[in-house]
């Protein structure tokens, strides 16, 4: 009599597994979607390279030219003075929202909701004629004499008329993204700080904005990016930025394509350093923080 083994379970579904055919999943439209991109993509770069509308000699000859050149460090200027000031009244005022002041609280919600309803363009262009409404400014005491006052038409010209302007506009965005951080740290972390007898001021500033600035920075850039090329519109008072130049060069020469890539490509370049920039810095407020 003989008996037939039988193979244990695992060795039988081994073999089945072994009998099987593996067939890769296809595709076909997402190759057909890359062929399709890449086709556009390769016709995209064959008409910079051979369509001669673009002028790549005027491009070269104005990229490095020193009016370009002049006109972009105006442009880096008012990026910076804007955001300084801009994130730093943007700080006040996004305390004074989390303030347990009605009054200080009521403050910031009607300067937030004024400067984030009015056009840019239109306060740029109240400040730059604020000398017509205040002929000069007074300091002394409130409703009282004064002591001593500014020329209002000296002081402030096109280009502090600008500053201001993207300041105090910037100032609305930035105390939104400013109190959002702050309210994304742990509460519990303020009140043990407290009970160990950490001044509020310290509690601030080792405390919350450290941790808040991981909530702040992706918003802060986008924003810092934003004005960077929002400063074109200052264009309309007569400021040398940017574009404002590449406007008075194309308005003699005619070339204007070209010109604009001038700019085009100076916004991308500096726009690409600042995100190279955020990533850095998110990185070191990043430490510890598991992803």
Do not use: C
């Not at 347990?100 to 239109?122: G, Q, T």
């Amino acid at each position: 009599m003989s008996v037939t083994e039988r193979k244990p379970a695992s060795d039988l579904a081994k073999d089945d597994h072994d009998a099987l055919k593996v067939v890769p999943v296809r595709h076909p439209w997402r190759w057909a979607a890359v062929v399709a991109t890449a086709v556009l993509v390769a016709q995209f770069v064959h008409g910079l390279a051979t369509n001669s509308g673009w002028e790549w000699e005027v491009f070269a000859e104005f990229f490095t030219a020193d009016v370009i050149l002049k006109a972009v460090w105006v442009t880096l200027q008012l990026t910076f003075y804007g955001t300084a000031l801009g994130f730093a009244l943007g700080i006040v005022i996004a305390f004074m929202r989390l303030s347990v002041s009605p009054f200080l609280r009521a403050v910031a919600v009607a300067y937030i909701w004024a400067f984030r309803s009015i056009p840019l363009i239109v306060q740029l262009l109240f400040w730059f004629n604020l000398a017509y409404l205040y002929k000069e400014l007074q300091f002394g005491i409130p409703f009282g004499p004064g002591f001593f006052s500014f020329d209002t038409m000296g002081l402030v010209g096109a280009m502090s008329a600008a500053v201001l302007g993207l300041a105090l506009h910037q100032a609305a965005y930035a105390a939104e993204i400013v109190r959002a951080g702050v309210l994304s740290v742990d509460s519990g972390q303020l009140e043990a700080a407290a009970a160990l007898g950490i001044p509020r001021l310290r509690q601030i500033r080792r405390i919350i904005l450290p941790q808040a600035m991981r909530s702040i920075l992706p918003n802060a850039a986008n924003e810092i990016i934003s004005l960077f090329k929002g400063t074109s519109i200052v264009s309309v008072m007569a400021i040398g930025e940017l574009f404002y130049q590449v406007q008075v060069i194309y308005g003699r020469n005619g070339r204007v394509v070209p010109l604009l890539m001038v700019a085009t490509a100076w916004y991308v370049l500096l726009t690409s350093a600042l995100s190279v920039l955020q990533h850095y810095v998110e990185r070191h407020f990043s430490k510890g923080a598991s992803r």
